[in-house]
C-alpha cells in the first residue's frame, strides 16, 4: 500500500499515506526522546534505507512521492529542535545520500547531460529539505539552503540555484537552453526570484553571504550555459522587486556597466508593459539611479537610455524584416509592445519629475 501511495499520488491511500508519515514522525520523535541525536539519526537511517523510494537515484518510477514522505517525517522529527542538531541532520544526510559528490558532479558537469541526477538532485532537496512542513516559514528554508550551497565556489552555488529552482520543461528536464533561446513566462521563474529574494532580505543575517556575494551568484546565473536571453533576465529581476534589482543594478553602475544597465533596464521597461504593470516601479528606480550622479553623468546616463531604446528598437525592425515572419507573430507584438513601453515610460518618468519639482 505504501508503495502504490508514492508512486501513485491520486490513489485513494495517498493522502492518507502522508498523514501517516507524519504521525510515524510524532511517534518516532517520542520514542527515541531519551536517545543522543546520532542514535535517532541511525534508526532513521536504517529504517528508510529499506525502500528505494528514499534513496537518490535507486526509484525509476515517473512521479514517486518517497522523497516527499520522507520530508514529511523528518520535518515532523526535527520539529523544536536547535540549529546544532539541524547541522547533525544535514551531515547525517550528506552521509546517507552521498549528497555532496552528487552535486558536485551535477554542477560541474555540461548542464542537461545528466538531467536525470539534476532532476533527483532537485526532488530530493526540495521536497525531504526545503520544501514541505516547515516549522519557522522561511527560517528553515534558508538554514538548509545556505548548507546546500555553502561548500561551493559562487559559480557553482548559481548553477546549484538554478537545479533546485529553474524552470523544468513537460520531459521534467531543466529548461537550460529554454532560458537562452526563448523568452520563459513568470511562472517559469516564480520559484527562482522566490529563493533570490529570499537570500537577499536575509544577508543581515548570513556570516557567507553579502550584497558582492549575491551580486556575482546572480551575474554567474543568468550567463549560463550562455549568456540568457535578455527578456528573462528583465523579468526575473521585475519578479524579485525593486529591492534586489535596484542593488543589481547600482552595483553595474559603480563598476561602469552603463551600457548594460541602460539594456537592462529597457527590457525590464519592455516586460512591465508586456505584463501590463505599472511603469512606477521602474520610473522610481532610474530616478534613484540619477540621485546618485552629478549632473553630467546625469545627463549621460538618460541619453545612455534613450540611445538604448533606439537600438533596440532597431535590432526588432531589422529582425522582422529580415525574417519572414508571416505566421509568428511574437516579433511584431514584440516591437509593439517596446514602442508602447517608451511612450508609457516617459509619460510617467516627465511627470514623476514635474511631481519632484514643486
Not at 546549484?160 to 513566462?185: C, H, K, N
Not at 521563474?189 to 529570499?198: D, G, K, N, S
Not at 543575517?205 to 556575482?216: E, F, I, K, R, V
Amino acid at each position: 500500500m505504501i508503495t502504490q501511495s508514492i508512486h501513485h499520488p491520486t490513489s485513494p491511500y495517498a493522502r492518507g499515506n502522508f498523514e501517516h508519515y507524519n504521525a510515524l514522525g510524532w511517534l518516532f520523535k517520542r520514542c527515541t526522546l531519551l536517545l543522543p541525536t546520532e542514535d535517532r539519526l541511525t534508526l532513521i537511517s536504517s529504517m528508510f534505507s529499506q525502500m528505494p523510494c528514499f534513496k537518490l537515484e535507486e526509484c525509476t518510477a515517473a512521479g514517486c512521492l518517497g522523497f516527499y514522505g520522507y520530508g514529511v517525517f523528518l520535518k515532523t522529527m526535527i520539529s523544536g529542535w536547535g540549529e546544532v542538531e539541524w547541522h547533525r541532520v544535514f551531515n547525517f544526510l550528506c552521509s546517507f545520500t552521498n549528497l555532496l559528490p552528487k552535486i558536485k558532479m551535477a554542477v560541474t558537469g555540461t548542464p542537461g547531460v545528466s538531467c536525470s541526477l539534476e532532476l533527483q538532485l532537485r526532488l530530493f532537496c526540495r521536497q525531504v529539505l526545503l520544501d514541505p512542513l516547515d516549522p519557522w516559514p522561511g527560517k528553515g528554508t534558508l538554514f538548509w539552503l545556505t548548507r546546500i550551497l555553502k561548500p561551493w565556489p559562487m559559480v557553482l552555488q548559481a548553477r546549484l540555484l538554478f537545479i533546485l529552482y529553474g524552470p523544468l520543461l513537460p520531459d521534467r528536464t531543466l529548461a537550460w537552453q529554454g532560458m537562452v533561446e526563448r523568452e520563459m513566462s513568470d511562472s517559469d521563474l516564480w520559484q527562482m526570484a522566490r529563493v533570490i529574494v529570499l537570500l537577499y532580505s536575509n544577508l543581515d543575517h548570513l556570516t557567507d553571504w553579502t550584497t558582492d556575494t549575491m551580486q556575482t551568484i546572480l551575474e554567474e546565473l543568468i550567463v549560463f550555459p550562455e549568456v540568457w536571453h535578455m527578456e528573462n533576465v528583465a523579468r526575473l529581476f521585475v519578479l524579485c522587486g525593486d529591492t534586489v534589482c535596484y542593488s543589481f543594478l547600482a552595483n553595474k553602475l559603480h563598476n561602469g556597466q552603463l551600457l548594460q544597465v541602460s539594456r537592462l533596464i529597457v527590457h525590464i521597461i519592455l516586460v512591465l508593459e508586456k505584463n501590463g504593470y505599472s511603469m512606477n516601479s521602474v520610473v522610481r528606480m532610474v530616478h534613484q539611479v540619477c540621485q546618485g550622479f552629478n549632473t553630467s553623468e546625469r545627463f549621460a546616463f538618460i541619453q545612455r537610455l534613450e540611445d538604448m531604446f533606439s537600438e533596440v528598437t532597431m535590432e526588432l525592425i531589422e529582425f522582422v524584416t529580415a525574417g519572414n515572419h508571416h505566421e509568428d507573430m511574437g516579433p511584431f507584438q514584440t516591437l509593439r509592445s517596446l514602442l508602447q513601453s517608451r511612450a508609457h515610460f516617459h509619460a510617467k518618468f516627465l511627470l514623476h519629475m514635474f511631481l519632484q519639482n514643486e
